[in-house]
């Protein structure tokens, strides 16, 4: 497994990229948290990559809660 995952929320994207910010942010950040969750025995698993669950874990509720939702609805509109 390579030490570093091609996955990221919009920060490094943004960081990264010529890309601005926008709405784009809430869905990419809502999918990256929602997968990061899902996945999150694989992500502990490893210590460097165990760091961005205990990020998740340490959010307030209502923040995860809106990044779950935010994922959802996009999921939805896939259908």
Known sequence: MASKPYISSSNYI???????KGDWQSKWDGLFWRFMNIHRDFFLSNPRLGMLIRIFDKMPSNKKQKHIEEAEAFLDQLK
């Open 14 to 20: 943004i960081k990264m990229s010529n890309y601005g």
